[in-house]
Nanobody
Framework: QVQLVESGGGVVQAGGSLRVSCAAS????????VGWFRQPPGKERDIVAS???????YYSYSVKGRFTISRDNAKNTVYLQMSSLKPEDTAVYYC?????????????????WGQGTQVTVSS
């Protein structure tokens, strides 16, 4: 069992940057593919980025070039650095861990989920 806790969300102006974190307990995150998902108000939850056990990275088209996913195995934490933020990036951001193969873009491929952290980008 893996417990995931997101942190670092908040309100930021358009064009700004924010880093959200996903800290794990229970088991080591390095054994899992880790993904970041987001759910805007009234919309479905979609993949933002994922990182493989070996460090390979996948990004959705809408965030590629602006967001960076990284993992710190020593801290058992995965980060999502978000830059050049836009109002349409406003959403609840969730991290999740998957025992399946990377890139694991579907939510159904994930076994464990955090509670989410709100990111609001003001125009």
């Amino acid at each position: 069992q893996v417990q995931l806790v997101e942190s670092g969300g908040g309100v930021v102006q358009a064009g700004g940057s924010l880093r959200v974190s996903c800290a794990a307990s229970g088991r080591t995150l390095s054994s899992y593919v880790v993904g970041w998902f987001r759910q805007p108000p009234g919309k479905e939850r979609d993949i933002v980025a994922s990182v493989s056990r070996g460090g390979a990275k996948y990004y959705s088209y809408s965030v590629k070039g602006r967001f960076t996913i990284s993992r710190d195995n020593a801290k058992n934490t995965v980060y999502l650095q978000m830059s050049s933020l836009k109002p349409e990036d406003t959403a609840v951001y969730y991290c999740a861990a998957s025992s399946r193969s990377w890139p694991a873009v579907a939510g159904t491929e994930y076994d464990f989920w955090g509670q989410g952290t709100q990111v609001t980008v003001s125009s």
